[in-house]
């Protein structure tokens, strides 16, 4: 006889935690990708298996009668949630294996022949072009990498880029994508594992047309670059090229200056197409056909019930242009994703925000790229998306005592203080800045965009056909140049940015389970039983706390050196001193920026400590009672060899000669050589010595390090 399941007992919500499970497996590879291979694989299915038996087999043995209804849910939930790790970790293990290609191992100069497949701008204002069906001079196409990324520099930066589909050829200098700037740095190396890019360099030559541009796809491709430099043309300047990122997905025209002022008044989200971009056009095509509608039928129609889903599915299609023509994209992917889920929640008669289709857009984007949990695109985008919705119920309990004429305003800035709040932890940990006047520069920028831009550039598409796009075009650009005001006058404030030291890696993913766990237990009536969601309340509040503890009693490295013994940095008491006023300056930037230091390099060499001429570099370590020696420029490897005595560490921008090494024995030494087997490195003083961590060491064995150089 089978037990009726308790009517107390409810299923709903649980769906709610999938994501969150999946995220668990998924950080736990990245936690130790080289862990998780080879026969390690073999565990997933063992524990897998299992635990999915167990979550099919528990309700039918509590429905007759072997096991209470509380354990039946109890086990069900446990194994449902190994078997949702599992899942993250083998999808996340199955996604390096399908992108696993060649990463470049060693210095290239030579010919590089392949097809033109992007074209963006670097951080140092220089186009950059990205190949594949790449051909390299005397090199087993084996270990030629799939895509590689070339900065155009010289005679090559003064001609216009080939067309998109292009096959090319170009005389350049590549190498292996850069490591971290420091043991816990971003690792530049695993974005460009999952992106198939396996080299970056330059070239200084002209590039030469090998063959005609491809047609098929590629034809689309320069229809979209073609409706950019359309855009570029008739606005003009920067608003002109905001415009085109925004309409086409193209940043290749923003000046860098432009990314610096948008990134210091936290604009910077609206020139990298998002949820943002894709939520305010599905919204404008799917009101502006509603409303088309009942002007068509008179203002005193009804409307069919299906209208409401024609709309829907306008929008969709809307949504879907919009993806093709912005260029695809992880991000701009993912922001469609989210749209889609939301508008097909319409059409399937749901509500159309709420945490059920945001979890749904979250687990079909962590099955198709589970590599986007650890961007921080996702990571805000969510937390942004499930603040709203959970805001949006106290907002209707309050709106009605705003007077009409104010709930516009109101509610923007309600939204613009919940979405800020929701990010600015997150941004903060990822780039090691907080714009103080961001939610002053969203409230004067978001809505220009959502009621000027985004429209007219619907509208302009729809007329340009006939010819008549030009005052939608016009009006775009009155919508550009506004937000660039705004972002230039918010920037230019005193404190507009504040430097925030980097945390260590435990506080994301403390922060993200802590918010997960205070939110969906904080539903209780989707709990089983009234003490779970108190004590997974109070866990999720522990670990948000305890990550902000964490954070700020986070220390940073007192010694870092350079991955090529560029550069080297002691922290002092008044911040950390740089050996050198200019060279490394990306890894030096980054080690200050990490530190929450808003010095230059250059401020940060003259900081007292280090002594001696521009090459030959000292100063002394007090709390480790050495002294740091850097030598830098040709010959430093045996200048350095010559400084080698006990109680220093040498360091050298030069390879010391093979047959000289073993006299480095002498001192803690460091060159090229033995940088390359450990990356770059972080040296501390503690009781029992000195505590040396290498990039290698932090990371372990990572499969976008390829093989010791």
């Known amino acids: 006889m089978r037990r009726p399941r308790p009517a107390a007992i409810s299923r709903a919500g649980l769906f709610l935690w999938v994501p969150v499970w999946m995220s668990a497996g998924i950080g736990l590879w990245f936690a130790a990708p080289g862990f998780w291979a080879g026969p390690m694989l073999m565990v997933l299915p063992a524990a897998g298996l299992p635990a999915l038996l167990l979550a099919l087999a528990a309700p039918r043995l509590a429905a007759r009668g072997r096991i209470g209804w509380g354990l039946a849910d109890m086990l069900r939930l446990g194994a449902a949630m190994v078997v949702l790790v599992v899942l993250g970790l083998g999808l996340t293990a199955a996604r390096s294996a399908m992108v696993a290609a060649p990463v470049m191992e060693w210095r290239y100069y030579g010919p590089v022949e392949g097809r033109l497949v992007a074209i963006d701008r670097s951080a140092r204002d220089r186009i950059r072009l990205t190949l594949d069906q790449v051909v390299l001079r005397n090199t087993a196409p084996d270990r030629v990498p799939h895509r590689v990324r070339l900065s155009l520099m010289g005679a090559a930066a003064e001609t216009e880029p080939p067309p998109l589909g292009q096959r090319v050829m170009l005389t350049g200098h590549l190498g292996p994508p850069p490591g971290p700037a420091a043991p816990g740095s971003f690792d530049f190396r695993q974005h460009a594992w999952f992106g198939g890019l396996g080299a970056v360099g330059y070239t200084r030559n002209p590039v030469m047309a090998v063959a005609p541009p491809e047609g098929g796809m590629w034809w689309m491709h320069r229809a979209r670059m073609s409706i950019s430099a359309g855009l570029q043309q008739a606005i003009g300047g920067q608003e002109g090229a905001v415009a085109a990122a925004l309409m086409t997905g193209d940043r290749s025209g923003i000046s860098e200056a432009t990314n610096e002022i948008m990134r210091a008044s936290n604009l910077y989200h609206i020139i990298s197409i998002s949820g943002l971009h894709m939520g305010m056009l599905a919204g404008f095509v799917y009101n502006a056909l509603r409303l088309a509608l009942v002007l068509a039928g008179g203002l005193g129609a009804r409307l069919p ?13 809307a949504a879907a242009i919009y993806l093709w023509l912005s260029g695809g994209g992880v991000a701009t992917e993912r922001s469609f994703i989210m749209v889609a889920v939301m508008l097909g929640a319409i059409l399937a008669d749901r509500r159309a925000i709420s945490l059920r289709t945001l ?9 198709y790229s589970p590599e986007s949990l650890m961007s921080p695109g996702f990571q805000m985008s969510f937390a942004a998306t499930a603040a709203l919705i959970l805001s949006y119920g106290p907002w209707l309990a309050v709106a009605h005592r705003v007077p009409w004429w104010l709930r516009p305003v109101a509610m923007l800035l309600v939204s613009s203080f919940v979405a800020g709040m929701s990010t600015s932890p997150i941004a903060a940990a990822h780039f090691s800045r907080m714009a103080q006047y961001g939610l002053v520069a969203n409230l004067l920028a978001v809505p220009v965009m959502g009621t000027l831009v985004m429209p007219a550039g619907v509208i302009a598409a729809l007329l340009a056909p006939l ?14 140049k506004w937000m660039l005001l705004v972002a230039e006058a918010v920037a230019g404030l005193n404190g507009a940015v504040t430097a925030i030291p980097m945390p260590p890696w435990q506080v994301l993913p403390m922060m993200g389970f802590g918010a997960a766990l205070a939110v969906l ?10 003490s779970l969601p108190l004590a997974g309340q109070a866990l999720g509040w ?10 700020a009693a986070g220390q940073r490295p007192a010694l870092l050196i350079a991955p090529e013994g560029e550069a080297a940095g002691l922290m002092t008491p008044q911040g950390r001193a740089m050996s050198k006023p200019s060279g490394g300056s990306f890894v ?3 080690w200050l920026l990490e530190d929450g230091d808003i010095a230059t390099q250059e401020q940060a060499a003259a900081r007292p400590g280090w002594q001696g001429d521009g090459r030959d570099r000292r100063i002394d370590w007090p709390e480790a009672g050495l002294t740091v020696w850097h030598f830098t420029g040709k010959g430093s490897g045996l200048r350095a060899l010559e400084a080698c005595r006990p109680g220093r560490i040498v360091i050298a921008s030069e390879a010391v000669p093979r047959d000289r090494r073993e006299g480095t024995g002498a001192c803690l030494f460091f060159d090229p050589v033995s940088l ?4 770059a490195l972080a040296i501390d003083a503690t009781g029992q010595g000195l505590r040396i961590t290498g990039t290698a060491d932090y990371l372990g064995a990572v499969p976008w390090a390829g093989r010791a150089r």
């Open 521 to 530: 237990c904080w539903r209780r009536g989707q709990s089983l039983r009234p």
């Open 542 to 551: 522990l670990l948000l706390l305890g990550s902000a503890g964490l954070w």
């Open 359 to 367: 979890a749904l857009a979250a687990v079909l984007i962590l099955i």
């Open 305 to 317: 019930p299906a209208t409401h889903k024609l709309a829907a599915g306008a929008a969709m299609a």
């Open 467 to 480: 010819g008549l796009a030009g005052p939608a075009i016009w009006v775009m650009g009155i919508g550009t």
């Open 588 to 590: 030096a930037g980054n």
């Open 676 to 679: 390359r087997q450990t990356g």
